[in-house]
Protein backbone atom coordinates (compact mmCIF):
# COMPACT_ATOMS: atom_id res chain seq x y z
CA UNK A 1 0.00 0.00 0.00
CA UNK A 2 2.80 2.26 0.34
CA UNK A 3 3.15 5.07 -2.09
CA UNK A 4 5.23 8.32 -2.92
CA UNK A 5 3.92 11.94 -3.11
CA UNK A 6 6.04 15.48 -2.84
CA UNK A 7 9.13 13.17 -2.12
CA UNK A 8 7.14 11.68 0.97
CA UNK A 9 6.58 8.02 1.46
CA UNK A 10 3.63 7.35 2.91
CA UNK A 11 1.48 4.24 4.37
CA UNK A 12 -2.09 5.43 4.80
CA UNK A 13 -4.17 7.09 1.35
CA UNK A 14 -6.60 8.40 3.98
CA UNK A 15 -6.11 12.20 4.36
CA UNK A 16 -7.87 13.63 6.93
CA UNK A 17 -9.16 17.56 7.16
CA UNK A 18 -9.32 18.90 11.08
CA UNK A 19 -11.99 22.17 10.07
CA UNK A 20 -14.56 20.26 11.60
CA UNK A 21 -13.28 18.02 14.21
CA UNK A 22 -15.30 18.57 17.54
CA UNK A 23 -11.67 18.18 19.78
CA UNK A 24 -7.87 18.52 19.28
CA UNK A 25 -7.44 15.54 21.71
CA UNK A 26 -8.81 13.01 19.27
CA UNK A 27 -5.91 13.64 16.21
CA UNK A 28 -3.19 11.78 18.18
CA UNK A 29 -5.97 9.28 18.39
CA UNK A 30 -6.80 9.44 14.57
CA UNK A 31 -2.99 9.26 14.07
CA UNK A 32 -2.30 5.91 15.77
CA UNK A 33 -5.40 3.95 16.15
CA UNK A 34 -6.57 4.91 11.96
CA UNK A 35 -2.88 5.43 10.85
CA UNK A 36 -3.54 8.54 9.33
CA UNK A 37 -0.21 10.36 8.38
CA UNK A 38 -1.70 13.78 6.66
CA UNK A 39 -3.28 16.01 8.23
CA UNK A 40 -4.50 19.49 6.57
CA UNK A 41 -5.00 22.33 8.74
CA UNK A 42 -6.53 25.69 7.67
CA UNK A 43 -4.94 28.57 8.97
CA UNK A 44 -7.68 30.35 10.18
CA UNK A 45 -7.42 27.77 13.46
CA UNK A 46 -4.00 28.43 14.27
CA UNK A 47 -5.00 32.07 15.00
CA UNK A 48 -6.56 33.10 18.53
CA UNK A 49 -9.95 33.65 17.58
CA UNK A 50 -11.56 30.16 17.99
CA UNK A 51 -13.41 28.19 20.23
CA UNK A 52 -9.97 26.39 21.07
CA UNK A 53 -7.66 27.39 23.62
CA UNK A 54 -4.68 25.81 22.23
CA UNK A 55 -3.28 26.25 19.04
CA UNK A 56 -4.18 22.84 17.02
CA UNK A 57 -0.35 22.22 16.06
CA UNK A 58 0.14 21.24 19.45
CA UNK A 59 -1.96 18.18 18.92
CA UNK A 60 -0.31 16.93 15.49
CA UNK A 61 1.94 14.54 16.01
CA UNK A 62 5.57 15.41 15.21
CA UNK A 63 6.24 12.57 12.65
CA UNK A 64 2.69 13.00 10.64
CA UNK A 65 2.52 15.80 8.09
CA UNK A 66 0.58 18.72 7.89
CA UNK A 67 -0.94 20.01 4.93
CA UNK A 68 -1.90 23.85 4.82
CA UNK A 69 -5.52 25.03 3.64
CA UNK A 70 -5.71 28.04 2.39
CA UNK A 71 -9.58 27.81 2.54
CA UNK A 72 -11.27 31.48 2.98
CA UNK A 73 -9.12 32.84 0.24
CA UNK A 74 -11.17 34.36 -2.84
CA UNK A 75 -7.94 34.94 -4.64
CA UNK A 76 -4.56 34.24 -5.69
CA UNK A 77 -2.85 36.97 -3.25
CA UNK A 78 -4.85 35.97 -0.62
CA UNK A 79 -4.10 31.99 -0.71
CA UNK A 80 -0.22 32.99 -1.27
CA UNK A 81 -0.04 35.37 2.22
CA UNK A 82 -2.21 32.59 3.94
CA UNK A 83 0.72 29.78 3.01
CA UNK A 84 3.64 31.82 3.30
CA UNK A 85 2.17 32.56 6.72
CA UNK A 86 1.09 29.04 7.12
CA UNK A 87 5.00 27.63 6.65
CA UNK A 88 6.37 30.37 9.42
CA UNK A 89 3.99 29.24 11.37
CA UNK A 90 3.88 24.95 11.11
CA UNK A 91 7.21 24.64 9.45
CA UNK A 92 5.54 22.71 6.71
CA UNK A 93 6.05 23.25 2.94
CA UNK A 94 2.89 21.08 1.75
CA UNK A 95 0.08 23.63 1.16
CA UNK A 96 -3.43 22.79 -0.38
CA UNK A 97 -4.64 25.56 -2.78
CA UNK A 98 -8.00 25.94 -2.20
CA UNK A 99 -9.41 29.70 -3.26
CA UNK A 100 -13.75 30.25 -3.74
CA UNK A 101 -15.32 33.12 -4.61
CA UNK A 102 -18.85 31.04 -4.34
CA UNK A 103 -19.67 30.47 -0.76
CA UNK A 104 -23.16 28.61 -1.41
CA UNK A 105 -21.26 25.64 -3.61
CA UNK A 106 -17.79 26.44 -2.68
CA UNK A 107 -16.63 25.60 -5.94
CA UNK A 108 -13.23 26.38 -6.79
CA UNK A 109 -12.15 29.25 -8.70
CA UNK A 110 -9.76 27.91 -11.53
CA UNK A 111 -8.47 31.17 -12.61
CA UNK A 112 -7.23 31.58 -9.14
CA UNK A 113 -6.21 28.64 -8.30
CA UNK A 114 -4.00 28.22 -11.44
CA UNK A 115 -2.37 31.83 -10.54
CA UNK A 116 -1.56 30.76 -6.89
CA UNK A 117 -0.08 27.32 -7.75
CA UNK A 118 2.20 29.14 -10.27
CA UNK A 119 3.19 31.35 -7.65
CA UNK A 120 3.65 28.90 -5.14
CA UNK A 121 5.53 26.39 -6.49
CA UNK A 122 8.34 29.06 -7.79
CA UNK A 123 8.30 29.87 -3.76
CA UNK A 124 9.23 26.60 -3.56
CA UNK A 125 6.10 25.04 -2.05
CA UNK A 126 5.00 21.47 -2.24
CA UNK A 127 1.47 22.59 -3.81
CA UNK A 128 -1.93 20.50 -3.67
CA UNK A 129 -4.48 22.27 -5.80
CA UNK A 130 -8.40 21.69 -4.82
CA UNK A 131 -10.17 21.88 -8.57
CA UNK A 132 -13.06 20.72 -11.09
CA UNK A 133 -12.77 17.79 -12.38
CA UNK A 134 -11.46 19.24 -15.49
CA UNK A 135 -8.95 17.39 -17.32
CA UNK A 136 -7.32 20.69 -19.36
CA UNK A 137 -6.46 22.39 -15.91
CA UNK A 138 -5.32 19.27 -14.14
CA UNK A 139 -2.71 19.25 -17.13
CA UNK A 140 -2.21 22.33 -17.02
CA UNK A 141 -1.21 22.42 -13.32
CA UNK A 142 1.23 19.17 -13.88
CA UNK A 143 3.11 21.35 -16.29
CA UNK A 144 3.50 23.78 -13.94
CA UNK A 145 4.81 21.91 -11.36
CA UNK A 146 2.20 20.84 -8.33
CA UNK A 147 2.72 17.71 -6.42
CA UNK A 148 -1.25 16.21 -7.32
CA UNK A 149 -3.78 17.09 -8.16
CA UNK A 150 -7.26 16.95 -5.71
CA UNK A 151 -10.25 17.22 -7.97
CA UNK A 152 -13.85 16.98 -6.49
CA UNK A 153 -15.88 13.93 -5.77
CA UNK A 154 -19.26 16.44 -4.90
CA UNK A 155 -19.87 20.31 -3.16
CA UNK A 156 -17.82 20.27 -0.30
CA UNK A 157 -19.41 18.46 2.70
CA UNK A 158 -22.43 17.22 0.50
CA UNK A 159 -21.77 13.84 1.77
CA UNK A 160 -22.98 13.17 -1.79
CA UNK A 161 -20.00 10.74 -3.09
CA UNK A 162 -18.74 10.42 -6.20
CA UNK A 163 -21.10 12.79 -8.33
CA UNK A 164 -18.58 12.86 -11.42
CA UNK A 165 -16.85 9.76 -11.87
CA UNK A 166 -16.77 10.37 -15.58
CA UNK A 167 -14.80 13.31 -15.35
CA UNK A 168 -12.73 12.05 -12.58
CA UNK A 169 -11.32 8.80 -14.21
CA UNK A 170 -9.82 10.99 -17.06
CA UNK A 171 -7.85 13.05 -14.83
CA UNK A 172 -6.52 9.50 -13.22
CA UNK A 173 -5.85 7.62 -16.41
CA UNK A 174 -3.66 11.31 -18.43
CA UNK A 175 -2.18 12.76 -15.33
CA UNK A 176 1.12 11.08 -13.87
CA UNK A 177 1.31 13.49 -11.25
CA UNK A 178 -0.94 11.81 -7.85
CA UNK A 179 -4.92 12.06 -7.75
CA UNK A 180 -6.05 12.72 -4.13
CA UNK A 181 -10.00 13.16 -4.43
CA UNK A 182 -11.21 15.47 -2.32
CA UNK A 183 -14.80 17.06 -0.92
CA UNK A 184 -18.16 15.34 -1.08
CA UNK A 185 -17.27 11.67 -0.08
CA UNK A 186 -19.98 11.06 2.87
CA UNK A 187 -19.56 7.44 3.48
CA UNK A 188 -16.12 4.63 3.14
CA UNK A 189 -18.19 2.87 0.31
CA UNK A 190 -18.12 6.31 -1.54
CA UNK A 191 -13.61 6.14 -0.80
CA UNK A 192 -13.41 2.50 -1.82
CA UNK A 193 -15.10 3.38 -4.85
CA UNK A 194 -12.47 6.10 -5.50
CA UNK A 195 -9.55 3.72 -4.90
CA UNK A 196 -11.27 1.42 -7.09
CA UNK A 197 -11.59 3.55 -9.76
CA UNK A 198 -7.64 4.63 -9.49
CA UNK A 199 -7.10 7.55 -7.38
CA UNK A 200 -4.30 7.35 -5.38
CA UNK A 201 -5.53 8.98 -2.64
CA UNK A 202 -8.87 10.22 -0.52
CA UNK A 203 -9.49 13.40 1.42
CA UNK A 204 -12.02 13.16 4.54
CA UNK A 205 -13.52 15.87 6.37
CA UNK A 206 -17.18 16.19 7.30
CA UNK A 207 -18.08 12.92 7.32
CA UNK A 208 -15.54 12.00 9.80
CA UNK A 209 -15.58 14.86 11.98
CA UNK A 210 -19.44 15.19 12.14
CA UNK A 211 -20.27 11.52 12.63
CA UNK A 212 -21.22 10.16 15.74
CA UNK A 213 -17.20 8.53 16.74
CA UNK A 214 -14.63 10.26 14.78
CA UNK A 215 -12.14 7.98 15.46
CA UNK A 216 -14.50 4.78 14.88
CA UNK A 217 -15.62 6.37 11.48
CA UNK A 218 -11.69 7.28 10.19
CA UNK A 219 -10.79 3.48 11.51
CA UNK A 220 -13.91 2.16 9.03
CA UNK A 221 -12.52 5.17 6.25
CA UNK A 222 -9.03 3.47 6.42
CA UNK A 223 -9.98 -0.05 6.09
CA UNK A 224 -12.37 0.77 3.16
CA UNK A 225 -9.61 2.87 1.45
CA UNK A 226 -7.18 -0.24 1.51
CA UNK A 227 -9.72 -2.60 0.45
CA UNK A 228 -10.18 -0.28 -2.66
CA UNK A 229 -7.41 0.56 -3.50
CA UNK A 230 -6.25 -3.48 -2.85
CA UNK A 231 -9.01 -4.40 -5.70
CA UNK A 232 -7.45 -2.04 -7.92
CA UNK A 233 -4.34 -2.75 -7.70
CA UNK A 234 -5.70 -6.86 -7.78
CA UNK A 235 -7.76 -5.58 -10.98
CA UNK A 236 -11.64 -5.48 -10.87
CA UNK A 237 -13.27 -7.59 -13.26
CA UNK A 238 -15.32 -7.21 -16.35
CA UNK A 239 -19.31 -6.53 -16.42
CA UNK A 240 -21.11 -8.60 -18.51
CA UNK A 241 -24.69 -7.40 -19.80
CA UNK A 242 -26.21 -11.25 -19.04
CA UNK A 243 -25.58 -13.97 -16.14
CA UNK A 244 -22.79 -15.75 -16.62
CA UNK A 245 -23.23 -19.13 -14.23
CA UNK A 246 -20.83 -19.45 -11.01
CA UNK A 247 -20.64 -23.12 -11.50
CA UNK A 248 -20.21 -25.75 -14.92
CA UNK A 249 -23.20 -26.08 -16.90
CA UNK A 250 -22.14 -29.69 -18.06
CA UNK A 251 -22.17 -32.78 -16.36
CA UNK A 252 -25.08 -32.28 -14.54
CA UNK A 253 -26.59 -35.04 -12.36
CA UNK A 254 -29.97 -35.75 -13.78
CA UNK A 255 -32.62 -37.50 -11.36
CA UNK A 256 -34.63 -41.03 -12.28
CA UNK A 257 -36.87 -40.16 -14.97
Same mark, same amino acid.
Given at each position: ???????????????????????? /??? !?????????????????????????????? /?????? &? #???????????????????? #?????????????? #????????????????? &???????? $?????????????????? /?????? &? =???????? $???? $????????? !??????????? =?????????????????????????????????? =???? @???? @?? =??????????????????????????????? &??
Amino acid at each position: MEFEIANKKLKSRLFVGTGKLPSY /EII !PEIYTNANVEVFTVSLRRVGPNTKHTKSIL /EYIPKD &A #IIMLNTSGATNYKEAVKIAQ #IGRELSNSNWVKVE #IEKDLKYLFPDSIETLK &ACEELVKL $GFDVFPYIYPDLGLAKEL /ENIGVK &A =VMPLASPI $GTNK $GIGCEVLLK !PIINEVKIPVI =VDAGIGRPSHAAKAMEFGADAVLINTAIATSNNP =VEMT @KAFS @KA =VEAGRLAFDIGLLQEYEYANASSPLFDIIHG &AE
